[in-house]
């Protein structure tokens, strides 16, 4: 038997303004981190692609 786990999540977390795509395609695939998303400070995912990067680089 397998071990099971139950979360009770909070209310939902939205960003405080539209967030675009930016230069990415519809079937593109990109990784970012979800705070470059919710706080609002990048106004498209590519921007947020691109911070998320950079933080990698830095080791951040």
Known sequence: M???FVYKLGPA???PSEVRTGN???NGR???AIDTLL???FPAI???RGET???IELGE
Do not use: H, L, Q, T
Request: some cysteine.
């Open 53 to 55: 990067e950079r933080r």
């Open 2 to 4: 397998k071990d099971n």
């Open 30 to 32: 990109v990784y970012c």
């Open 13 to 15: 977390m939205w960003p």
């Open 39 to 41: 706080s609002g400070a």
């Open 46 to 48: 590519s921007a947020a």
């Open 24 to 26: 990415i395609f519809k």
